[in-house]
């Protein structure tokens, strides 16, 4: 089966301690995505990468980390500077499209917890 | 600096009457805009896009309009169903910045039996 994958479902994260979500896809998907979602609020863009070893920072980068060093994988890394890191985070991707846009593909979230 | 607005935050119908939100942009340089759908502690599906050549587009219960001088677009679901209780999210895409998608803040959508 096709798809986007993240672990964990539920993560927790002490104080000053830093966290690495995981997101595989096996769409062969150029493009990744990351997201925050956070209570009644829309997905805001963290981090995107358009090809392997190039990535971007979005709207909310500070405080985060990535890397891209396979097509399949693009693991977020919430460092310790994120003062508010609680929220839901999402992975995505889409594939190339040189046309009007892309539809993005989601994977199921990583709930992140303070402890 | 909001560019994407979903300025209803719930929406209550009957099953089997429409649904209808709503979505409006601020940034004209958009061109394709689409709507998900997310159940809760799940990612969001897609559900129906549209360009912006397009003022119409239509895929079985849902119908996405676009009205470009209003800025302004919305998705009917017609007839709703128990089901589509969800968030809806609409989106939008400039072009420019590959395939980077600006989100609304969600509209939650329960269809009562």
């Known amino acids: 089966d096709g798809g986007i994958t993240q672990s964990p479902k539920y993560l927790f994260r002490k104080e000053g301690q830093n966290v690495t979500l995981s997101c595989e896809q096996n769409l062969n998907h150029d493009a990744m995505y990351w997201y925050r979602q956070d209570p009644g609020q829309g997905l805001r863009l963290i981090y995107y990468s358009q090809i392997v070893n190039d990535f971007q920072k979005g709207d909310i980068a500070e405080g985060y980390s990535v890397s891209r060093e396979k097509k399949e994988s693009f693991p977020l890394t919430v460092t310790s500077a994120q003062k508010n890191p609680t929220a839901f985070y999402l992975c995505?991707?889409?594939?190339?499209?040189?046309?009007?846009?892309?539809?993005?593909?989601f994977g199921p979230g990583t709930r992140l917890l303070v402890l | 600096d909001q560019q994407v607005k979903q300025n209803s935050p719930s929406l209550s119908v009957q099953e089997g009457r429409i649904s209808i939100l709503n979505c409006d942009y601020t940034?004209?340089?958009?061109?394709?805009f689409l709507w998900y759908k997310k159940y809760p502690a799940e990612g969001p599906t897609f559900l129906i896009s549209?360009?912006?050549?397009?003022d119409k587009n239509e895929d079985g219960r849902f119908t996405v309009f676009l009205n470009k001088s209003a800025k302004h677009l919305s998705l009917h679901i017609v007839p709703s169903q128990p089901g589509d209780s969800a968030v809806y999210f609409c989106a939008a895409s400039d072009g420019t910045s590959y395939g980077k998608l600006t989100f609304g803040q969600g509209t939650i959508l329960t269809v009562h039996p």
């Open positions: 940034n004209s340089m958009f061109d394709y």
């Open positions: 995505a991707s889409s594939p190339e499209d040189r046309g009007f846009g892309e539809t993005q593909y």
């Open positions: 549209i360009s912006s050549i397009k």
